[in-house]
């Protein structure tokens, strides 16, 4: 309402005014948005030797969007009786990234870029491979996914709107 106030009694051209107002509130709620991702250390390391975990290996091409070229390695997927998820997706023994949830929190590490993201609770559906374990088990995918299981232990994942496409096959 304040806002609208400031707008109507002030002199001069509405349209730049609304204009300014409305990029300030823009900023303003993105900032809002990325200060709501808390950062979260390294998770816990994942003993996959513990008998809660069951465990997928197999390989994958995962072509991040639709103008980058694909890139073919090893993946490990993991899945506590806990909820904790373990995925791990690598070239000669170079991890490209890990994807960890462990009590409550996320992480994903891209080694070859040097980034990092991590937060609290379930992880953003654009991180899709946190949802492998869940996806293979047969649930539906989030919004904008698509996901075909090709044939035994073989899936195909898509998203329609950026182009990204992950091709997996695992071996229990």
């Known amino acids: 309402i304040h806002l609208s106030l400031l707008l109507l009694h002030r002199p001069g051209p509405q349209p730049q005014r609304i204009q300014r107002v409305l990029k300030t509130l823009a900023l303003l709620l993105s900032t809002l948005g990325l200060a709501s991702c808390a950062t979260v250390g390294p ?9 809660g975990w069951t465990v ?12 980058r070229p694909p890139l073919a390695g090893d993946l490990l997927i993991a899945q ?5 998820v373990l995925v791990s997706f690598s070239k000669s023994l170079l991890p490209i990234f890990t994807a960890q949830t462990a009590g409550g929190s996320w992480r994903i590490d891209f ?13 953003p559906d654009r991180f899709i491979w946190f949802r ?4 293979i088990g047969g649930a539906p995918a989030p919004k904008n996914w698509e996901i075909d299981a090709a044939g035994s232990g073989e ?3 898509t998203n329609g709107r950026t182009g990204e496409t992950i091709k997996l096959v695992l071996d229990r």
């Not at 506590?80 to 904790?84: I, K, L, R, S």
């Not at 070859?112 to 609770?121: A, F, I, K, L, V």
């Open 43 to 51: 998770l816990p390391k994942a003993d996959l030797t513990d008998p």
């Open 111 to 123: 080694v070859e870029r040097g980034r990092s993201y991590s937060g609290r609770g379930r992880p």
């Open 132 to 135: 492998l374990p869940y996806l």
């Open 56 to 67: 997928w290996n197999g390989q994958a091409i995962w072509k991040p969007r639709s103008d």
């Open 80 to 84: 506590h009786t806990n909820g904790d």
């Open 155 to 157: 899936w195909s994942i």
